[in-house]
């Protein structure tokens, strides 16, 4: 019984971790509070449930919900940079039309996907279970991020979010960055609302809400947590971070808390992560010690 | 190399309080020019430069870079033609990435960025010879991120990385200024060297008008976002700042004075 528990709390751990390598582009890497992910999120999931639920394949359908999620981040890319909305806005106005976008896709408020073949059906015919469809996915996609924030456009977008006026000098494209950096966050949040729809067994235009401060959450505990230096290193913390959030919310219903109350906690876990440095200056000053809060340069 | 016809900049144009910052500018840098620009505050020295690299449209005239008319590209499409310094150390460097992934940006300014390996080893080579020239250690320390690094060392990778391509145009924006006098004078001395080896085009601004005499081969005084004095060398090589003080105040009948002018 505890140990099923345990490993579906690894199981969400790993699928949302996917979710969260995409915060963590736009977040660390761009230096953009992007909200679309609250919306791409059930957008993923809608699209591949609709697809299954008509009788398509569980693999085309979770390709096209991670086309589906980049067109919506290039939508708050292009508000952002093209029509000058403030990032926050333009994340918050796709959010918002995504709510009925995702009802148009799915027709109705939810779709079950029980006796439908799904990708993690699949693997349970093969005896495997759905974390190794995870472990999988997100360790590939975790290798593939790392690889690419190495290359030319991975500099390029590094540095869009770092100093936008140097890489302007340099040559390069700074809204365009922007909008590969959107795009491909978004397209795997939206790959993680499809697996995580085939792994529950249904797509519901709810389950977006509090997506995006999950996924901060994630890579603020993988940050606190995995300090050396270098890219590998940063998302290899925010897969951590990942299943140490689902961890805390493991314990915190085995503790009897009602699920209900899971995003209060989360948004106050988020609070007082991010208010860390605040906190201890202020104890410093208090305690009469020269220690400061310092801005150290993201990793 | 650079000719510039009948600019003219506002800025907060058609609400009553306009501000010309350039005003009919004309001017003509043959290949290997080493211009200094001085002038007071507000004269329009930051903005020329501004204007020519493409931070800013401009309202009249234009400006073409080796024969290109680039008065309307966008910066990006420019940039490869020119390499900038700024005076504030932190603007030319990507704080959180390393000192070879800086350089290999600044390196690629004239490519397509492409999905291959940003730095390969042969890049690493390079950078090492080029960093050693500075004098500095950074050439052990390529992949530490440029956070670590004091001012002065910034500054110098910065320089580094704006003429690493050989740019038809260095632009200098009083990259000296910021720095404590020791490590503005390595960084002086350094913008030499590499101007003088690699024989590149620049206009330099500086509030410093000793620097203005010394370095490069001509300078020119703006006031009120106009061009008042341009001096060539041999002429300009036998003036001294006072010189320099009086000739401003023949031309506009009052004295240079400001205090960011450093006289001496």
Redesign the interface.
């Given at each position: 019984m505890l140990l099923s528990a345990l490993i579906g709390t690894l199981e969400q751990g790993l699928v949302y971790g996917i979710m969260a390598l995409g915060v963590y582009i736009t977040y660390r890497i761009l230096h953009f509070a992007d909200l679309t992910v609250d919306g791409s999120f059930p957008l993923g999931a809608a699209v591949a449930a609709r697809f299954i639920a008509d009788g398509g394949s569980p693999l085309m359908g979770t390709v096209l919900a991670m086309a589906a999620g980049m067109l919506a981040g290039l939508t708050t890319g292009f508000l952002n940079t093209k029509l000058k909305i403030s990032g926050l806005l333009s994340g918050i106005l796709t959010m918002t039309a995504l709510y009925s976008v995702n009802l148009r896709i799915m027709g109705r408020a939810n779709i079950p996907l029980l006796r439908k073949p799904t990708l993690v059906s699949w693997f349970g015919e093969r005896g495997m279970a759905p974390w190794v469809l995870f472990l999988i996915t997100l360790v590939l996609i975790k290798l593939l991020l790392d690889l690419?924030l190495?290359?030319?456009?991975?500099?390029?977008i590094?540095?869009t979010g770092?100093?936008e006026?140097?890489?302007?000098?340099?040559?390069?494209?700074?809204d365009g960055m922007k909008l590969v950096g959107l795009g491909l966050a978004n397209c795997l949040v939206a790959l993680s609302g499809a697996l995580v729809a085939q792994y529950q067994g249904f797509a519901d235009v709810g389950m977006g809400v509090g997506t995006v401060v999950a996924g901060l959450a994630s890579v603020i505990a993988g940050q606190a947590l995995v300090r050396f230096?270098g890219l590998g290193w940063a998302t290899t913390g925010v897969i951590i971070g990942s299943l140490i959030y689902r961890g805390a919310i493991f314990a915190a219903l085995r503790l009897g808390l009602a699920p209900t109350d899971l995003k209060l906690i989360t948004a106050v876990l988020v609070v007082v992560a991010l208010s860390g440095p605040v906190w201890s200056s202020s104890v410093a000053k208090f305690g009469g010690g020269k220690r400061r809060a310092t801005n150290i340069?993201?990793? | 190399m650079l000719r510039i016809s009948q600019l003219r900049k506002v800025f907060a144009n058609g609400t009553g309080v306009e501000m010309t910052a350039l005003d009919n500018i004309s001017l003509e840098v043959r290949t290997g020019d080493f211009i200094t620009v001085i002038g007071s505050n507000g004269a329009g020295k930051s903005t020329l430069l501004n204007v020519i690299?493409g931070v800013y449209d401009v309202d009249e005239g234009e400006i073409w870079i080796d024969g290109v008319n680039v008065t309307n590209q966008?910066?990006?499409?420019r940039?490869?033609l020119?390499g900038?310094v700024?005076q504030d150390p932190?603007?030319?460097?990507?704080?959180?990435?390393t000192i070879e992934?800086n350089l290999?940006?600044?390196m690629?300014?004239?490519s397509p960025?492409?999905?291959?390996?940003?730095?390969t080893p042969q890049d690493r080579s390079r950078f090492r010879e080029l960093l050693a020239v500075l004098g500095l250690g950074l050439e052990d320390r390529l992949q530490e991120?440029v956070?670590l690094l004091s001012g002065g060392q910034r500054q110098a990778l910065t320089l580094l990385?704006a003429t690493i391509s050989n740019p038809k145009l260095l632009l200098l924006d009083e990259h000296t200024a910021a720095l404590d006098p020791k490590t503005g004078e390595m960084i002086g001395e350094l913008t030499n060297k590499i101007v003088k080896n690699r024989e590149l085009t620049v206009l330099m601004v500086t509030h410093d008008l000793r620097q203005a005499l010394e370095f490069g081969n001509r300078t020119i005084m703006m006031d009120q976002g106009q061009i008042i004095l341009d001096l060539r060398d041999p002429e300009r090589a036998a003036m001294t700042v006072d010189d320099l003080l009086d000739q401003f105040e023949a031309v506009r009948g009052k004295r240079l004075l400001d205090d960011r002018v450093l006289l001496v």
């Open positions: 690419f190495k290359t030319e456009v991975g500099f390029a590094r540095a770092d100093n006026q140097m890489i302007r000098s340099c040559g390069v494209n700074t230096p340069p993201a990793a | 690299a966008p910066e990006y499409r940039a490869h020119i900038r700024f932190m603007i030319g460097t990507a704080a959180s990435m992934e290999a940006m600044a690629k300014r004239c960025l492409r999905l291959a390996p940003g730095v991120p956070g990385m």
